[in-house]
């Protein structure tokens, strides 16, 4: 009896912790607004859980059902059995027990039971029945079965779903079957004649011919799967899938229904040797069909000549390759790298130049760390690269959110007051622009501090951080308890009061004890602080908030902290449909072969607020997503136009479709299968070792552009070699963003690739001498990324040096190397490496005034050589005549006090 209440209490526990949860969790959805996606995704995942579990019931139950009669007259008649020339009355021991209602609850509690592991089995299927019921065309077919890619896309995972659920059914109730009518003939004379009853004999048959009239149906199904082929030269199906394995499926499709009309036809004739033979022709069929004739068409037809036969199919893969990644519509130009640059070309583009981006993000990381954490509880994790307005200036910036880790309290602060009352959220962000250093080698700050002290036009004005990607744990607001804001200075600190809306209230003791038990906690029903109008806020950690909300979307891996123009924080964050039924086209990451930039999200990082955005209206899939939940997602016209102003291309897609590019911008069948084109994606140094190259922003003007833009580079290099073939840009700013440009090099002028950059740099003596002295001297050097920046038809290599001392964790940016052409130069400053190369009249607004030397290094990096000098010296004398003649007298006063400087050196130099 204690057993059986002990159980009971469990079970009602797991229930009502499963009911609180479930209420929760409706109150959550519904205060955001999004109470429509709670209801469809519940009602469908009870829905089918429902229907698929009351079908398994019913088949089930009934073929249990239809046994009863056997089984009641067998167990209760008598036999007459001899043995060893004694005769005697069998009857079954289950006679004294089983009645026919008895034998119906048996029957009843079985095919609940078994109807449960079904029901269970399909949890978080609802999708595929939600997209079958509303799928949408793609407008174009495959080019095998002339189908409609939608057909394949929403509907085909539904079929195949409905096929394996009646397989199921089938194998379930044969199972049982068979275990009853065991049960029953057993006893009688063991094993030897199982199954004798011809009842059992006719149902069970029934179930066969059952069974191959739905395996023939997964036969007609396998032909579609053959879009998916791995087995030819290129992804899809082949020359030997579409002559032999195809041939194969049509025939074993009429072979099962034959198989299943020879059953039931034996029910009749009673020769059930012949079900066995036809079973047997069934796998040998499958055997030579499906293995061995594929065999010989592959080593004997297309081997022999293996790029004639598959040909189509190769132009297939191509096609729908580049379709399902949107490679169809990269813009292609040529570039002719190798061009030389002057000085004019600099200050023409001076944009560019002066966003080039000398942090990496990774030794940023631990410097941001080190100035900007103010608190050991702070976090300022996943530095952001984004772009602002900044007096008037298109701006590159990095910044990162300080968000609050509770995790790094001191353990007599870990209270229960302290983690869910008082210490409730972040402060504020850091922002330092792309290229600029102070002259320790430390960033120049935008934003920087507690409170937020802003040098630029932009203010903070809701600082505070409760939703974002270090939030993991929940807390309770508008309580007795003053929230933590910000520490003040000493001991003192700044309290606040939480002024959201989108919290879940507390309300009344009910409901407080239904939190206490969705959340663990009693505490919540003991506190005194909490108020009925208190709100709780869960789910704060941006990477759960927002996959709970929407769970059908796959989301990119770097949210980033946006600043709006009134002062508030927001976080951004890429998300993608996806598909793995996309025919003919190349899987990434082993799985999907489709993938659209279609949804952009925006979090409030004070309220928690959600918004969806559509940011592809061409996509099937969304327009799927649209129907089945109307009204969660929004137009992306509708997004507010400065937060418009800070989309960009994701980072995630750009790669994939770079690693889909270096096949697939092959469009010539002999030129792929020969992979004579191939290109690789790149590797660089960093951290002194060799990695693969990441894509990076920049903003710069593309060649025939008309103003500088935010893009997403990449280069490439050929296979098997190190030097460069071609870049790819992907567009983020209005009204060009998602556009793919790629800029092909003439394939018979060598252009440097990143590694042969990294080599040079490796190979020039006066800087390696100078790597290998910093290394030595209780510091290490640190190499950033290596960026190749396009301007006008040529390029420049831009690689940052940080140097990081041994009992520090702050790495410093302390040089910059420069590459162009055949010179590659280290300087203090990415101005004074410029000026190295192009002459002392280039100017980009940095600080000019020269560092002091480094441990070890030697006057020859941080000044010009002789020649320089004269060089520069003649080109200033000729700037001044010329700008004296145009009566320019700021101009010519300006170069002659650039050439008082340039002489100068030039003396210094010569003494």
Do not use: C
């Amino acid at each position: 009896m204690s057993t059986v209440i002990i159980t009971f209490l469990f079970l009602f526990v797991l229930l009502a912790r499963w009911s609180a949860n479930l209420y929760v969790d409706w109150l959550w959805f519904k205060t955001l607004g999004y109470s429509n996606i709670f209801k469809t995704i519940l009602l469908s995942e009870l829905g089918l859980r429902l229907l698929v579990g009351l079908a398994a019931f019913l088949f089930i139950f009934v073929n249990l059902i239809l046994t009863r009669k056997s089984v009641l007259h067998t167990v209760s008649s008598h036999q007459y059995m001899e043995k060893d020339g004694v005769i005697s009355i069998y009857q079954s021991p289950l006679s004294k027990y089983l009645s026919p209602r008895f034998l119906t609850v048996i029957y009843f509690i079985a095919s609940v039971v078994l109807a449960v592991f079904v029901s269970t089995a399909v949890t978080g299927d609802w999708v595929i029945l939600q997209r079958y019921l509303h799928s949408t065309g793609f407008g174009y077919t495959d080019p095998i079965f002339n189908k409609d890619i939608g057909e394949y896309v929403f509907k085909l995972p539904f079929y195949q779903f409905i096929y394996q659920l009646l397989t199921w059914f089938i194998i379930l109730a044969a199972f049982a079957v068979a275990l009853v009518y065991f049960l029953v003939e057993s006893g009688k004379d063991g094993f030897n004649k199982l199954f004798n009853l011809l009842p059992a004999r006719l149902h069970l048959s029934f179930l066969a011919a059952l069974f191959f009239v739905v395996r023939a149906w997964g036969y007609s199904l396998e032909q579609y799967m053959l879009l998916y082929s791995e087995n030819g030269v290129v992804f899809g199906p082949g020359y030997t899938d579409i002559h032999a394995r195809l041939l194969a499926y049509k025939a074993l499709f009429f072979i099962s229904l034959l198989i299943a009309v020879i059953i039931l036809i034996n029910l009749f004739m009673r020769r059930f040797r012949l079900i066995l033979y036809s079973i047997g022709a069934l796998f040998l069929a499958s055997i030579v069909l499906g293995g061995i004739y594929p065999t010989i068409i592959q080593n004997l037809v297309v081997k022999p000549n293996e790029l004639n036969r598959e040909t189509p199919y190769i132009a297939n893969s191509i096609k729908y390759t580049r379709l399902a990644y949107n490679l169809d519509k990269v813009e292609t130009n040529k570039f002719p790298a190798g061009q030389k640059l002057d000085p004019a070309d600099i200050e023409k583009n001076i944009e560019t130049v002066k966003n080039i981006r000398l942090w990496d993000w990774r030794p940023l990381e631990q410097t941001y760390e080190q100035l900007q954490e103010i608190r050991p509880y702070y976090d300022l994790k996943n530095i952001d690269i984004d772009r602002y307005m900044i007096n008037n200036e298109y701006r590159q910036v990095m910044l990162a959110a300080r968000e609050l880790d509770q995790d790094k309290l001191p353990d007599q602060a870990k209270t229960w007051i302290n983690q869910r009352l008082k210490y409730s959220h972040g402060y504020g962000i850091a922002m330092n622009p792309v290229n600029e250093m102070t002259s320790e080698g430390l960033p120049e700050f935008f934003i920087q501090n507690i409170p937020p002290d802003s040098n630029i036009e932009h203010e903070v004005t809701r600082p505070e951080i409760y939703f974002g990607e270090l939030t993991n744990n929940y807390v309770i607001v508008n309580t007795k308890t003053k929230e933590f804001d910000y520490p003040v200075g000493g001991n003192e600190n700044a309290y606040t009061t939480y002024e959201g809306e989108h919290g879940v209230r507390i309300g009344g003791f009910i409901n407080r004890a239904i939190f206490a038990l969705a959340f663990g906690d009693y505490k919540m029903l003991l506190a005194g602080d909490i108020q009925n109008s208190s709100q709780i806020l869960y789910y704060r950690n941006i990477r759960d908030r927002v996959p709970k909300l929407a769970p059908f979307l796959r989301y990119d891996s770097d949210p980033y902290i946006v600043l709006d123009e009134q002062g508030n924080l927001y976080w951004m964050w890429d998300a993608y449909t996806v598909s793995d039924m996309y025919p003919y086209s190349d899987p990434f990451s082993g799985r999907y072969n489709y993938i659209r930039n279609s949804v952009k999200v925006v979090i409030n990082a004070y309220t928690g607020t959600v918004d969806f955005y559509i940011a592809d209206n061409e996509d099937p899939i969304i327009k799927t997503y649209d129907k089945i939940f109307p009204g969660v997602f929004k137009p992306l016209a509708t997004m507010p136009g400065d937060l418009k102003k800070h989309i960009r291309y994701p980072v995630d897609l750009f790669t994939i479709q770079a690693q889909k590019y270096t096949v697939y911008h092959m469009t010539d069948t002999e030129v792929l299968y020969n992979q004579e084109d191939k290109w690789n994606m790149p590797t660089e140094k960093v951290y002194n070792e060799e990695v693969d190259m990441e894509p990076y922003y920049t903003i710069t003007k593309l060649p025939n552009g008309d103003k500088p833009e935010y893009v997403l580079i990449l280069p490439f290099t050929p296979k098997n070699k190190t030097n460069m073939i071609a870049w790819m840009a992907a567009r983020s700013d209005e009204p060009n963003y998602g556009k793919l440009i790629v800029y092909e090099f003439p394939k018979q002028q060598l252009v440097y690739g990143p590694m042969q950059i990294e080599a040079r740099i490796d190979q020039d003596t006066t800087i390696s001498q100078q790597l290998t002295l910093w290394n030595q001297r209780g510091s290490s050097v640190i190499r950033g990324n290596l960026l190749v920046i396009p301007v006008e038809d040529a390029l420049l290599y831009v690689e940052p040096l940080y140097l990081q001392a041994e009992q520090s964790k702050m790495p410093e940016l302390r040089r910059v190397i420069v590459a162009h052409g055949d010179q590659v130069v280290m300087e203090p400053t990415l101005e004074m490496a410029l000026q190295r190369i192009f002459g002392t009249g280039i100017s980009i607004g940095e600080d000019v005034e020269y560092a002091a030397p480094l441990p070890g290094e030697t006057s020859k990096t941080t000044q010009k050589t002789l020649k320089d000098l004269i060089s520069d010296a003649n080109n200033l004398y000729n700037q001044a005549q010329e700008k004296l003649k145009n009566g320019d007298w700021a101009g010519y006063g300006e170069a002659i006090n650039k050439l008082k400087e340039t002489l100068d050196a030039l003396s210094n130099q010569t003494e």
